[in-house]
């Protein structure tokens, strides 16, 4: 992974910032260096957003971005101590602790909104699936074989009469969804943005459900964490970050228009499939409610061997 300090994130960002009327502060002095990783999503608009406002140079933190190109690989850098902080998954956390990995959640992350969906279960036009139930028997393709998707669409399936046991999932990127249902490769395709907005905009899909939709209507999809050992050994760290993420949270669900120019620059993404997808909203509190959901879901499912208190992956409280 490259490590992109706050002043590189800066001057690459800074034109766009500009433009948008985003603050771009000056580098101070006598910061804690915090290095954070994170794929190039969504995901990351708040911390992004939180480093032009400087907001967490006010906190006293010095955040440098890093890069990666997938949970894999936040995973080997945080466990070996190259990064501090790093953005998962929450089933990657989930699937972590059921194995005796306690990594601990600085901070909320994106999180699944009923009313705004960024992942949804899409056929073909001329399919004959008509529902949830329709599914049985048939496959479905998902970014990941242990995922929120797969435990959420099993969930809904169940919820819906049908018999999730019947249903064979096929672990396909996101950009080759749109190839896979055309080529028969799979029958329903559970596809988050960027390439969600894509592929609907071909004209070729139809949304069935709202991926998520089958573990409740608002769901913790993905937090900052770190480890164990980094919480214990820098409370204040992970303190003084979750508060002024909390702050750049607030800022950017609310203001998804004025971020299309900060996330199109650093992730590279075409700024007019930003502004047609809907864009995530990212929680400004860990609530245990909207992550023990998944946490009975994989339980069930036999994803972990049992489940355990959401609570377990909290380091802070009020946050």
């Not at 911390?47 to 936040?74: F, K, R, S, T, W």
């Not at 901070?107 to 001329?126: F, H, I, K, Q, R």
């Amino acid at each position: 992974m490259q490590n992109l300090s706050r002043a590189r994130v800066l001057s690459v960002l800074a034109g766009s910032a500009a433009a948008a009327g985003l603050p771009v502060r000056a580098r101070a002095q006598n910061l804690v260096p915090v290095r954070v990783g994170a794929s190039l999503d969504d995901g990351i608009t708040p911390v992004l957003y939180g480093i032009h406002a400087g907001l967490y140079q006010q906190a006293g933190l010095d955040v440098q971005m890093q890069p990666a190109e997938n949970g894999a690989a936040l995973a080997t850098a945080i466990a070996g101590g190259a990064i501090d902080i790093a953005k998962s998954s929450a089933m990657a956390l989930i699937s972590a602790h059921a194995h005796g990995v306690f990594f601990k959640m600085v901070a909320g992350g994106a999180e699944y909104d009923d009313n705004a969906p960024t992942t949804e279960s899409c056929v073909l036009n001329d399919s004959p699936i008509k529902n949830l139930a329709d599914f049985a028997g048939k496959t479905v393709a998902v970014n990941s074989l242990q995922s929120l998707e797969v435990l959420a669409t099993d969930a809904a399936i169940d919820q819906s009469g049908g018999n999730p046991a019947s249903v064979k999932y096929v672990e396909i990127p996101d950009v080759a969804m749109l190839g896979a249902l055309e080529q028969g490769r799979a029958d329903v395709a559970a596809i988050t943005n960027p390439a969600l907005a894509a592929a609907l905009s071909s004209g070729q899909i139809r949304v069935i459900a709202p991926t998520y939709r089958g573990l409740g209507k608002r769901l913790l999809i993905a937090s900052w964490f770190c480890t164990e050992q980094y919480a214990k050994n820098n409370p204040d760290v992970c303190k003084k970050f979750a508060a002024a993420t909390r702050t750049a949270t607030l800022y950017t669900n609310a203001h998804h228009a004025e971020t299309v120019p900060i996330l199109a620059a650093y992730s590279h993404l075409d700024p007019a499939v930003i502004s047609r997808m809907n864009r995530l909203t990212s929680a400004t509190s860990l609530n245990a409610a909207e992550i023990q959901p998944a946490i009975d879901a994989a339980a069930k499912y036999k994803f972990i061997p049992s489940a355990f208190p959401a609570s377990d992956f909290f380091i802070l409280s009020g946050v």
